[in-house]
């Protein structure tokens, strides 16, 4: 066991861990929160992940020892009460059918829009490759991601 201390959602943590236990077990389990998610336990489909300062990565697989940044999970995104402008496009496009995959989409699409405000729809499918949605939300997804773009260049 190892003390650990993590930055998460602009709050610090610590707690008692094995290094090599995975960073998705400790937001889950010690933090115990909601989002991310398990999903193949294999960093094939995206339910896991979280931004490490500003990164998409995939919790599943990485060591809490290994964090050496920021994260930011789907509930860090709103200030105030108030979504995020991606969080905000998802809700307005009616992308979750089912929601279980939605907070890593959303996080990704936060990241490409941080490097790219004005994305195409080819980059778009390019920063989600390796994502997995089972209920088919691929249309509204991209939808959502051109409406928070819309709305970034507005702004």
Known sequence: MALITLSVDGESHTFDAEPDMPLL???????????PRFGCGLAQCGACTVLMDGQPIRSCVMPVAAVTGELTTLG??????????????????QVPFCGYCVSGWVLYAVALLERDPAPSDEAIRAAFAGLKCRCGAHSAILRAVNRAAGELQRA
């Open 76 to 93: 860090g995104l709103a200030v105030n009460g108030t979504p995020h402008v991606v969080q905000q496009a998802f809700i307005d496009e």
């Open 25 to 35: 077990y400790a937001l889950r389990d010690h933090l115990a929160l909601k989002n």
